[in-house]
């Protein structure tokens, strides 16, 4: 096995685990329609700071690096917009 493969499968890895993150939030806040135990700052944070991640792999010609976080991005944008939905006070 290649040096560059393992190092992507790492990549990939790290990519999965960090997606697995954000989608137990998502399903409860589906299930439950409840977020204002959830932090807007958090994910807008996130949010910004992945889509950095993206401009970074794009320019690097790194298609897990964009791949993966482009994803995140994507899973973030839905929590806040469950954070919006279903919040009293959704900017808090």
């Known amino acids: ?7 992507s499968l790492v990549g990939i890895i790290a990519t999965i685990f960090t997606l697995c993150s954000t989608v ?7 299930r439950t329609k409840k977020m204002d135990d959830v932090s807007v700052w958090l ?9 950095f991640w993206v401009i970074y792999g794009i320019f690097r010609s790194d ?10 991005v994507t899973l973030n ?8 939905k279903y919040s ?5």
């Open 1 to 7: 096995m290649s040096f560059f493969l393992i190092i």
């Open 24 to 30: 137990p939030q998502i399903i409860k806040g589906v």
């Open 43 to 51: 994910i807008f944070v996130l949010i910004i700071g992945l889509s």
């Open 63 to 72: 298609m897990v690096i964009a791949g993966g976080n482009t994803a995140g």
């Open 77 to 84: 944008a839905i929590l806040l917009v469950l954070k919006i």
């Open 88 to 92: 009293r006070h959704p900017m808090s």
